[in-house]
Protein backbone atom coordinates (compact mmCIF):
# COMPACT_ATOMS: atom_id res chain seq x y z
CA UNK A 1 0.00 0.00 0.00
CA UNK A 2 1.12 3.58 -1.14
CA UNK A 3 1.39 6.20 1.57
CA UNK A 4 1.46 9.97 0.92
CA UNK A 5 3.23 12.13 3.00
CA UNK A 6 1.53 14.53 5.71
CA UNK A 7 2.15 17.79 7.03
CA UNK A 8 5.95 17.96 8.84
CA UNK A 9 4.58 20.81 11.33
CA UNK A 10 1.26 18.53 12.34
CA UNK A 11 0.71 16.42 15.26
CA UNK A 12 -0.70 13.64 12.72
CA UNK A 13 0.37 10.41 11.53
CA UNK A 14 3.48 11.56 9.14
CA UNK A 15 2.18 9.25 6.06
CA UNK A 16 -0.93 7.40 4.69
CA UNK A 17 -1.17 4.33 2.81
CA UNK A 18 -2.56 4.24 -0.17
CA UNK A 19 -4.48 0.77 -2.20
CA UNK A 20 -3.36 1.93 -5.57
CA UNK A 21 0.38 -0.08 -5.30
CA UNK A 22 -1.22 -2.87 -4.05
CA UNK A 23 -4.72 -3.93 -5.87
CA UNK A 24 -3.21 -5.55 -8.94
CA UNK A 25 -1.41 -7.39 -7.20
CA UNK A 26 -3.85 -8.76 -4.82
CA UNK A 27 -6.32 -9.90 -6.92
CA UNK A 28 -2.97 -11.55 -9.49
CA UNK A 29 -2.36 -13.28 -6.37
CA UNK A 30 -5.29 -14.44 -4.90
CA UNK A 31 -5.50 -17.66 -5.32
CA UNK A 32 -2.30 -18.65 -4.70
CA UNK A 33 -2.50 -16.75 -0.67
CA UNK A 34 -5.88 -18.26 -0.38
CA UNK A 35 -4.60 -21.88 -0.90
CA UNK A 36 -1.50 -21.11 1.50
CA UNK A 37 -2.59 -23.18 4.80
CA UNK A 38 0.46 -23.95 7.00
CA UNK A 39 0.31 -26.94 9.49
CA UNK A 40 1.28 -27.22 13.22
CA UNK A 41 2.03 -29.88 15.33
CA UNK A 42 0.44 -30.16 18.66
CA UNK A 43 1.31 -33.98 20.65
CA UNK A 44 0.38 -36.54 18.07
CA UNK A 45 -1.75 -34.70 16.34
CA UNK A 46 -1.20 -32.16 13.01
CA UNK A 47 -4.21 -29.25 13.10
CA UNK A 48 -4.24 -27.41 9.71
CA UNK A 49 -4.58 -23.96 10.02
CA UNK A 50 -6.86 -22.40 7.53
CA UNK A 51 -7.33 -18.96 6.36
CA UNK A 52 -11.06 -17.66 5.55
CA UNK A 53 -11.67 -17.30 2.20
CA UNK A 54 -13.92 -15.16 0.13
CA UNK A 55 -16.63 -12.66 1.68
CA UNK A 56 -16.21 -14.25 5.06
CA UNK A 57 -12.58 -13.73 5.23
CA UNK A 58 -13.62 -9.45 5.44
CA UNK A 59 -16.80 -9.79 7.12
CA UNK A 60 -16.92 -12.55 9.85
CA UNK A 61 -12.98 -13.39 10.52
CA UNK A 62 -12.09 -15.15 13.31
CA UNK A 63 -9.45 -12.34 14.13
CA UNK A 64 -12.53 -10.14 15.10
CA UNK A 65 -12.90 -12.65 18.26
CA UNK A 66 -9.70 -12.20 19.88
CA UNK A 67 -9.83 -9.49 22.02
CA UNK A 68 -7.41 -6.75 23.09
CA UNK A 69 -3.86 -6.63 21.62
CA UNK A 70 -1.59 -7.56 23.92
CA UNK A 71 0.23 -4.32 25.92
CA UNK A 72 3.15 -3.76 24.63
CA UNK A 73 6.93 -2.11 25.72
CA UNK A 74 8.94 -1.51 22.33
CA UNK A 75 11.71 0.62 23.60
CA UNK A 76 11.86 2.44 20.64
CA UNK A 77 13.49 5.75 21.78
CA UNK A 78 13.15 8.84 20.58
CA UNK A 79 13.36 9.86 16.96
CA UNK A 80 15.73 12.91 16.19
CA UNK A 81 14.89 15.65 13.42
CA UNK A 82 17.30 15.04 10.65
CA UNK A 83 18.34 11.56 11.91
CA UNK A 84 18.11 8.84 9.63
CA UNK A 85 20.17 6.37 11.87
CA UNK A 86 17.28 7.55 14.97
CA UNK A 87 14.61 6.66 12.66
CA UNK A 88 15.42 3.58 11.52
CA UNK A 89 15.98 2.18 14.77
CA UNK A 90 12.53 3.41 15.47
CA UNK A 91 10.88 1.92 13.06
CA UNK A 92 12.64 -1.57 13.37
CA UNK A 93 11.22 -1.73 17.40
CA UNK A 94 7.76 -0.60 16.14
CA UNK A 95 8.00 -3.08 13.42
CA UNK A 96 9.25 -5.60 16.13
CA UNK A 97 6.30 -4.86 18.46
CA UNK A 98 3.78 -5.32 15.51
CA UNK A 99 5.40 -9.22 14.89
CA UNK A 100 4.79 -10.01 18.66
CA UNK A 101 1.65 -8.59 18.92
CA UNK A 102 0.04 -9.63 15.71
CA UNK A 103 1.71 -13.14 16.32
CA UNK A 104 -0.14 -13.39 19.49
CA UNK A 105 -3.70 -12.35 17.63
CA UNK A 106 -3.37 -14.92 15.13
CA UNK A 107 -2.56 -17.37 17.61
CA UNK A 108 -5.81 -16.83 19.66
CA UNK A 109 -7.90 -16.89 16.08
CA UNK A 110 -6.28 -19.82 15.64
CA UNK A 111 -4.78 -18.73 11.92
CA UNK A 112 -1.31 -18.96 10.59
CA UNK A 113 1.16 -15.86 10.82
CA UNK A 114 4.55 -15.28 9.37
CA UNK A 115 6.56 -11.78 9.85
CA UNK A 116 6.37 -9.34 6.49
CA UNK A 117 9.66 -8.09 5.43
CA UNK A 118 11.01 -4.84 6.10
CA UNK A 119 12.91 -2.76 3.97
CA UNK A 120 14.00 1.15 4.36
CA UNK A 121 14.63 3.02 1.17
CA UNK A 122 16.06 6.59 0.18
CA UNK A 123 14.81 6.55 -3.10
CA UNK A 124 11.50 5.67 -4.35
CA UNK A 125 12.56 1.97 -5.92
CA UNK A 126 9.78 -0.40 -7.88
CA UNK A 127 8.57 -3.85 -6.21
CA UNK A 128 6.82 -6.74 -7.61
CA UNK A 129 3.25 -4.29 -6.85
CA UNK A 130 4.61 -1.60 -9.66
CA UNK A 131 6.17 2.00 -8.97
CA UNK A 132 6.50 3.96 -6.00
CA UNK A 133 2.65 5.28 -5.69
CA UNK A 134 2.78 9.29 -6.48
CA UNK A 135 2.94 11.00 -3.30
CA UNK A 136 4.39 8.45 -0.96
CA UNK A 137 6.57 7.73 1.95
CA UNK A 138 6.04 3.86 2.11
CA UNK A 139 3.35 0.97 0.91
CA UNK A 140 2.75 -2.58 1.69
CA UNK A 141 3.22 -5.41 -1.27
CA UNK A 142 1.46 -8.13 -1.07
CA UNK A 143 3.51 -10.22 -3.65
CA UNK A 144 6.63 -10.43 -1.52
CA UNK A 145 5.19 -9.49 1.86
CA UNK A 146 7.41 -6.45 2.35
CA UNK A 147 6.68 -2.78 4.03
CA UNK A 148 8.81 -0.29 1.99
CA UNK A 149 9.80 2.62 4.07
CA UNK A 150 11.30 5.56 3.23
CA UNK A 151 13.69 7.21 4.57
CA UNK A 152 13.29 10.70 2.94
CA UNK A 153 14.32 14.28 4.10
CA UNK A 154 10.21 15.33 4.28
CA UNK A 155 9.76 12.39 6.38
CA UNK A 156 12.88 13.08 9.21
CA UNK A 157 11.64 16.53 9.27
CA UNK A 158 8.95 15.42 11.84
CA UNK A 159 10.23 13.87 14.61
CA UNK A 160 6.71 13.20 16.55
CA UNK A 161 7.12 9.47 17.58
CA UNK A 162 3.68 8.53 17.75
CA UNK A 163 3.30 9.72 13.74
CA UNK A 164 5.52 7.48 13.18
CA UNK A 165 4.42 4.52 15.27
CA UNK A 166 0.48 5.20 13.94
CA UNK A 167 1.99 5.10 9.83
CA UNK A 168 4.04 1.93 10.89
CA UNK A 169 1.04 0.10 12.10
CA UNK A 170 -1.37 0.96 9.40
CA UNK A 171 1.19 -0.26 6.87
CA UNK A 172 1.62 -3.22 8.85
CA UNK A 173 -1.91 -3.79 8.60
CA UNK A 174 -2.00 -4.39 5.12
CA UNK A 175 0.09 -7.28 6.14
CA UNK A 176 -2.35 -8.20 8.78
CA UNK A 177 -5.29 -8.26 5.98
CA UNK A 178 -3.04 -10.49 3.58
CA UNK A 179 -2.60 -13.24 6.36
CA UNK A 180 -6.92 -12.61 7.42
CA UNK A 181 -7.64 -13.72 3.61
CA UNK A 182 -9.25 -10.08 3.23
CA UNK A 183 -6.66 -8.85 0.82
CA UNK A 184 -7.66 -11.58 -1.55
CA UNK A 185 -11.10 -10.99 -1.03
CA UNK A 186 -10.76 -7.78 -2.38
CA UNK A 187 -8.61 -8.44 -5.43
CA UNK A 188 -10.98 -10.86 -6.35
CA UNK A 189 -14.15 -8.53 -5.67
CA UNK A 190 -12.25 -5.34 -7.60
CA UNK A 191 -11.04 -7.23 -10.26
CA UNK A 192 -12.67 -5.94 -13.79
CA UNK A 193 -15.03 -4.19 -11.47
CA UNK A 194 -16.62 -0.73 -12.12
CA UNK A 195 -14.40 2.45 -10.99
CA UNK A 196 -16.93 3.47 -8.28
CA UNK A 197 -16.72 -0.46 -7.36
CA UNK A 198 -13.13 -0.13 -6.78
CA UNK A 199 -13.16 2.92 -4.76
CA UNK A 200 -15.73 1.99 -2.61
CA UNK A 201 -13.94 -1.39 -1.63
CA UNK A 202 -10.68 0.68 -1.32
CA UNK A 203 -12.17 2.80 1.04
CA UNK A 204 -13.30 -0.25 3.45
CA UNK A 205 -9.78 -1.39 3.05
CA UNK A 206 -7.62 1.30 3.93
CA UNK A 207 -10.22 2.71 6.87
CA UNK A 208 -9.61 -0.89 8.33
CA UNK A 209 -6.22 -0.23 8.18
CA UNK A 210 -6.12 2.93 9.98
CA UNK A 211 -8.41 1.31 13.03
CA UNK A 212 -6.13 -1.97 12.57
CA UNK A 213 -3.00 1.00 13.63
CA UNK A 214 -4.50 2.84 15.40
CA UNK A 215 -5.87 -0.44 17.84
CA UNK A 216 -2.05 -1.23 18.24
CA UNK A 217 -1.45 2.53 19.02
CA UNK A 218 -3.67 2.07 22.05
CA UNK A 219 -1.71 -0.73 23.70
CA UNK A 220 1.79 0.95 23.03
CA UNK A 221 0.53 4.41 23.85
CA UNK A 222 2.00 3.94 27.59
CA UNK A 223 5.20 3.09 26.45
CA UNK A 224 5.65 5.88 23.71
CA UNK A 225 4.00 7.42 25.21
CA UNK A 226 0.75 9.07 23.64
CA UNK A 227 -1.10 11.74 26.05
CA UNK A 228 -4.73 11.73 25.25
CA UNK A 229 -4.47 15.54 23.76
CA UNK A 230 -1.95 14.31 21.77
CA UNK A 231 -4.10 11.68 20.25
CA UNK A 232 -6.98 13.80 20.36
CA UNK A 233 -4.63 16.44 18.07
CA UNK A 234 -3.52 13.70 16.11
CA UNK A 235 -7.24 12.90 14.69
CA UNK A 236 -8.55 16.34 14.32
CA UNK A 237 -5.62 16.69 12.09
CA UNK A 238 -7.12 13.56 10.15
CA UNK A 239 -10.56 14.40 9.95
CA UNK A 240 -9.55 17.82 8.43
CA UNK A 241 -6.75 17.18 6.55
CA UNK A 242 -6.34 13.18 5.95
CA UNK A 243 -8.26 12.94 2.32
CA UNK A 244 -6.35 15.66 1.11
CA UNK A 245 -3.48 13.30 -0.79
CA UNK A 246 -6.50 11.00 -1.84
CA UNK A 247 -7.77 13.26 -4.87
CA UNK A 248 -10.04 10.01 -6.05
CA UNK A 249 -11.61 9.69 -2.52
CA UNK A 250 -9.82 5.71 -2.13
CA UNK A 251 -9.33 6.28 1.38
CA UNK A 252 -12.20 7.98 2.68
CA UNK A 253 -12.61 11.06 3.89
CA UNK A 254 -11.04 12.53 6.57
CA UNK A 255 -13.96 12.27 9.05
CA UNK A 256 -14.32 8.62 8.20
CA UNK A 257 -10.48 8.16 8.79
CA UNK A 258 -10.82 10.00 12.18
CA UNK A 259 -13.92 7.94 12.59
CA UNK A 260 -12.30 4.20 12.56
CA UNK A 261 -8.97 5.69 13.67
CA UNK A 262 -10.92 6.47 16.83
CA UNK A 263 -12.90 3.30 16.97
CA UNK A 264 -9.93 1.73 16.89
CA UNK A 265 -7.71 3.39 19.64
CA UNK A 266 -10.60 3.31 22.05
CA UNK A 267 -11.73 -0.53 21.31
CA UNK A 268 -7.59 -1.42 21.37
CA UNK A 269 -9.10 -4.23 19.44
CA UNK A 270 -9.97 -5.84 15.59
CA UNK A 271 -13.27 -6.41 17.07
CA UNK A 272 -13.86 -2.28 16.36
CA UNK A 273 -12.68 -2.96 13.32
CA UNK A 274 -14.94 -5.06 11.03
CA UNK A 275 -15.20 -2.04 8.24
CA UNK A 276 -16.68 -4.76 5.67
CA UNK A 277 -20.19 -4.52 7.23
CA UNK A 278 -19.95 -1.09 8.45
CA UNK A 279 -22.93 1.65 7.12
CA UNK A 280 -21.87 3.20 3.77
CA UNK A 281 -21.95 6.33 5.85
CA UNK A 282 -18.58 5.43 7.77
CA UNK A 283 -16.61 4.33 5.12
CA UNK A 284 -17.83 7.47 2.64
Known sequence: MGVGTAN??????????????DAADASSTAQSSAAQSPTVASGAATATLQVPRGRTAATANPLYRT???????????????????????FMTRVNR?????????FRKAKLPFAQPKLRFVTTK?????????AGAGGYYCSS?????????????????????????AHEYAHHVQQLMGVMTYYG????????????AFSRRLELQADCLGSAFLRQISADLPVEQEQWDSMVEWVAANGHKN???????KGSSQAYWMERGFNAGSPSACNTWTAPSRTVA
Open 144 to 168: NRMIYIGVFRDVLKNPYAPNHAQFM
Open 125 to 133: VSSPCGRWP
Open 188 to 199: QSVWRARSTTKL
Open 67 to 89: GTLPTMRCGAGQIRAGSAASYRY
Open 97 to 105: CLNLAWKTQ
Open 8 to 21: ADAPLPATKASASA
Open 246 to 252: WVKNDHG
